[in-house]
C-alpha cells in the first residue's frame, strides 16, 4: 500500500507542476504578539489534494500559521488566499475550512451526535441530511455505537475520533488538524495516520496538519514544511527532507544523524573533497556542492549508512579508525556508539537481519567506520 | 494475626484508648468529619431545636416571654399546632411570604441580567486587569452593609443626590418620590446581593475553555449564537450557584425593606421581628421563621442537587 502511495504521489506531484495553482496561498505572513515574531515572512504555496505537515519544536510557530489559516489570528503583514479569495476579511465562521483542535475542543454539554451535527445545523442543512451525514460520518471513524455519549464519557481515543468526525463532516475545502494524534498511545495513533490518510484519498480534501512528531509527519504528509523560529526552513517530500536536508537543523531535527564540522579542499561538478579533523579522515561525496574551497561546512550522515567492519577499506577516504564504546540492542536494529579516534562519537545503526550475537563487533573492538560515497550531506549552515 | 491473640502483656495506654475508640468506630477519619458535624450541631442544630420548641409553646407575661419548654409545666395546654394554625389563619403571613418571594424572585432574576454581562467581563479580560476588577466587586464588603444601605437612603432621598443631580440636568421638574418605594427596596436588594451572584459566575466562566467559542464558530456558528448555545448553557452550574446565593438571603431579608421599603412592605423578615419585638409573641415568631426554613430548604435542595450533579460530571 505504501508502494502504491508512493507511486501516486509521483504521478501528481502538483508543486513540481509549474502550471498548477496553489490552493492555499501564504504571502510573506508575518504574526507578531507584542514584540515577539511568532511567525516570520512565511510564504508558502500548498496544493489541492495535498497532505501538507507543519513540523516543528514547540514554539516553533506552526501553530500560530494553523490558526490564522481557520481565521483565529490575523497576520500582522502578509496575505492569505485560499481558493484564490483573500482571506483577510473573513472570519472563522465563513471560511471554508474546518480544524481538529489539539484539546478536540468537543463541547461537553452535547452528546457525540450532537457535537458532530453542531456544523451542519448552522448551515441550515435539513434534518434529515443531517442524520444521514452524521451517521456515514460516525461509522467511518466507527463511533455509531457511542452516539449519545457525552465526551466525558469517552476515552482519549474515542474523543480524537469524535473530533476528527466532527472536523470532516462538513467536507470542508481545508482542514486543519492541531497535532491529531498527540494524546494517543503509539498502536492507535499508526492506525489512526493510516485511516486519515485513506480519508484523505477518499474525500480529496485538502489536509493541513501540524504535528512536532518528525514520524507522524513521515507517514502523513505528501509534503513537509519544517519551522524553526518562526520561520520555514525547508519545504519537500517526506523523502527530500530526510535525504537531503539543507541546514543542519533540518538534518538534525529530522531523525539522526552524525554531524561532523570540516572545511572544502576540493569542489569539482562530479565530486566534493571535505577535510575534517572530527572525521578523522577525508569525506568523499560523490556529487559537488558549488561553494568556495576553504569554506566551512558540516557534514551529515545518518546512523543506518554508516557500516562498521573490521578491516579498513584502504581508500583513504570515508573510512576511520575507532572504537566501540556501547551496543544498544532494539530488536529489529542495533545502534553502536563508536568513539572515533578523533574523540567525536558517532552512531551507526545496523538491521539485525541475523539473530543477534552473530555480529561479531562488540564493546571495545577497534573498528572502522565507513560510507558510501552517496551517503554524506554536506551542509553550508 | 495470631501473635496478637498470643501476646496478653498489656498495651500502652495511648494505643489502649485508640483501641477502645476504634472498636466504638471512632477513626482518625472520623474525627476529621466530626469537626464540621459537631459545629454544625452546636450552633445550627441545637439553636434550631430550641426555636422549633419555642414554636410550639404559648404566649405568657414571663421573662422569657413562652410558657416553659422543658420540665412538668413544659406540657403544653392548648393544642399543639395551634401556632401553625394561625400561620394559615391570617393573610398577613401569606402575603408576606409572597411579597418575600416575589423581591427574592425578581431581583435574582435582574441581579443575574446585569451580573452575568459583568462577570463574563472580567473573565475574558487581561489576568492583571482581572483582579483588579474582581477588587472592585468586592470592595464594598468592606463597609458594613448597614452603612452601605443607609448611603442608599441619602441617594434615594426626596433631596437626596439622584434627585438633586436629576433637577440639575433639567430631566424632572419636581424631585420624584424614590425613598420608601418597591423600586428603592429592590435597587437596595439587587445592590447588595449582585457581588454573590457575580463571583460564582466568574468563578464558572473564567474556567471555560475559549478553544469551544472558537471550535463554535470554525463550525460556522456566529459569536452571538455561539454566546446562547455554548457558553450560556456550559455556565448553567455558575448560573444555578449565583442565583442561590441571592435568592435564598434575600427572601429573608430585613434591614433593606425596613430601611428602604417603607412602612407598607410587609416582608417575612419584618413580620418575624415585628411578632418577636413588638407583639412579644415569639412562639409565632419562630413559627413564622420554621415556615421561610421549609420554604428556603426546597430551592437548597435543589441546589445541593445540581451541584452533586455537576460534581459528579466534572470527577
Known amino acids: 500500500m505504501a508502494a502504491e502511495r508512493a507511486k501516486a504521489d509521483s504521478q501528481t506531484e502538483t508543486w513540481n507542476d509549474p502550471d498548477a495553482v496553489p490552493y492555499i496561498r501564504i504571502e510573506n505572513v508575518t504574526k507578531k504578539f507584542g514584540d515577539f515574531v511568532a511567525v516570520n515572512n512565511v510564504s508558502l504555496d500548498v496544493y489541492r489534494g495535498e497532505l501538507f505537515a507543519l513540523l516543528g519544536g514547540s514554539g516553533c510557530g506552526k501553530t500560530t500559521l494553523l490558526r490564522m ?3 483565529f489570528e490575523q497576520p500582522t503583514t502578509g496575505k492569505i488566499y485560499i481558493d484564490g479569495v483573500d482571506m483577510a476579511d473573513i472570519p472563522p465562521y465563513e471560511r471554508p475550512t474546518n480544524m481538529m483542535f489539539q484539546s478536540y475542543a468537543l463541547f461537553p454539554h452535547m452528546t457525540v451526535e450532537q457535537n458532530v451535527s453542531f456544523g451542519l445545523k448552522q448551515d441550515r442543512v435539513p434534518a434529515d441530511e ?4 452524521v451517521g456515514d460520518i460516525l461509522d467511518m471513524v466507527q463511533m455509531r455505537n457511542f452516539a449519545h455519549r457525552k465526551p466525558h464519557q469517552l476515552s482519549g481515543g474515542q474523543r480524537q475520533r469524535v473530533a476528527l468526525a466532527r472536523s470532516l463532516v462538513k467536507e470542508p475545502k481545508l482542514l486543519l488538524l492541531d497535532e491529531p494524534l498527540g494524546a494517543l498511545d503509539k498502536k492507535l495513533r499508526e492506525a489512526t495516520q493510516f485511516e486519515i490518510m485513506n480519508i484523505q484519498d477518499r474525500l480529496g480534501i ?15 504528509a505528501t509534503r513537509i514544511g519544517v519551522m524553526n523560529h518562526g520561520q520555514i526552513v525547508q519545504v519537500g517530500t517526506p523523502k527530500e527532507i530526510y535525504e537531503y536536508p539543507n541546514t543542519k537543523f533540518v538534518a538534525d531535527f529530522i531523525g539522526s544523524v552524525n554531524l561532523f564540522e570540516g572545511y572544502i579542499q576540493e569542489d569539482e561538478a562530479d565530486h566534493v573533497l571535505i577535510a575534517s579533523e572530527e572525521a578523522g579522515c577525508p569525506i568523499y561525496i560523490d556529487h559537488g556542492i558549488s561553494a568556495a574551497p576553504g569554506a566551512e561546512v558540516f557534514v551529515a550522515i545518518r546512523p543506518e549508512k554508516l557500516e562498521l567492519s573490521k578491516t579498513s577499506t584502504g581508500t583513504g577516504h570515508n573510512c576511520t579508525p575507532g572504537t566501540v564504546k556501547g551496543v544498544a540492542y532494539m530488536g529489529n536494529l542495533s545502534v553502536y556508539l563508536v568513539q572515533l579516534d578523533s574523540g567525536k562519537e558517532v552512531k551507526i545503526s545496523m538491521s539485525n537481519q541475523r539473530r543477534a550475537a552473530e555480529h561479531a563487533i562488540d564493546w571495545d573492538d577497534r573498528v572502522y567506520v565507513t560510507w558510501h560515497a552517496n551517503s554524506p550531506v554536506a551542509l553550508l549552515s | 494475626m495470631a501473635a496478637e491473640t498470643v501476646d496478653h502483656s498489656p498495651l500502652p495506654l495511648g494505643r489502649q484508648i485508640q483501641h477502645i475508640l476504634v472498636k466504638l468506630g471512632f477513626r482518625p477519619r472520623t474525627a476529621v ?23 410550639f409553646a404559648q404566649t405568657i407575661i414571663a421573662q422569657p416571654p413562652y410558657t416553659p419548654l422543658f420540665g412538668p409545666d413544659s406540657v403544653p395546654t392548648h393544642e399543639l399546632l395551634d401556632n401553625f394554625r394561625r400561620l394559615f389563619q391570617d393573610t398577613i403571613y401569606f402575603d408576606a411570604y409572597l411579597t418575600s418571594l416575589q423581591l427574592a424572585a425578581i431581583s435574582t432574576v435582574i441581579c443575574l441580567l446585569i451580573g452575568y454581562p459583568m462577570a463574563y467581563g472580567i473573565a475574558r479580560c487581561a489576568p492583571s486587569t482581572r483582579s483588579l476588577l474582581l477588587m ?20 434615594l432621598n426626596t433631596n437626596g443626590v439622584l434627585n438633586n443631580f436629576l433637577l440639575w440636568l433639567g430631566v424632572i421638574d419636581a424631585p420624584l418620590n424614590l425613598l420608601y418605594t418597591p423600586l428603592a427596596m429592590y435597587i437596595g436588594v439587587v445592590y447588595s446581593y449582585l457581588p454573590f451572584m457575580i463571583l460564582p459566575l466568574y468563578a464558572n466562566l473564567e474556567k471555560m475553555d475559549v478553544s469551544l467559542l472558537e471550535a463554535a464558530a470554525d463550525l460556522g456558528c456566529r459569536p452571538i449564537k455561539a454566546f446562547f448555545v455554548i457558553t450560556v448553557p456550559l455556565s448553567f452550574p455558575g448560573i444555578v450557584a449565583g442565583s442561590m446565593l441571592v435568592f435564598i438571603p434575600a427572601v429573608g431579608e430585613y434591614v433593606i425593606p425596613e430601611l428602604l421599603g417603607g412602612p407598607n412592605a410587609l416582608m417575612i423578615g419584618r413580620v418575624v421581628w415585628n411578632e418577636f419585638a413588638q407583639n412579644r409573641d415569639w412562639p409565632m415568631a419562630s413559627v413564622v421563621a420554621i415556615a421561610v426554613l421549609a420554604l428556603l430548604v426546597v430551592p437548597i435542595m435543589f441546589f445541593q442537587y445540581y451541584q452533586n450533579k455537576s460534581q459528579e460530571r466534572a470527577a
Open chain 2, 33 to 55: 468529619i466530626f469537626v464540621p458535624y459537631f459545629w454544625l450541631t452546636l450552633f445550627f442544630l441545637v439553636p434550631f431545636f430550641f426555636v422549633l420548641k419555642i414554636s
Open chain 1, 69 to 71: 489559516l481557520a481565521g
Open chain 2, 136 to 155: 472592585a466587586i468586592i470592595l464594598p464588603f468592606w463597609t458594613s452593609f448597614l452603612i452601605r444601605v443607609y448611603a442608599w437612603m441619602g441617594i
Open chain 1, 130 to 133: 443531517i442524520k444521514k451525514r
Open chain 1, 206 to 220: 485538502t489536509f493541513m496538519v501540524v504535528t512536532h512528531d518528525q514520524e507522524e509527519a513521515m507517514t502523513l
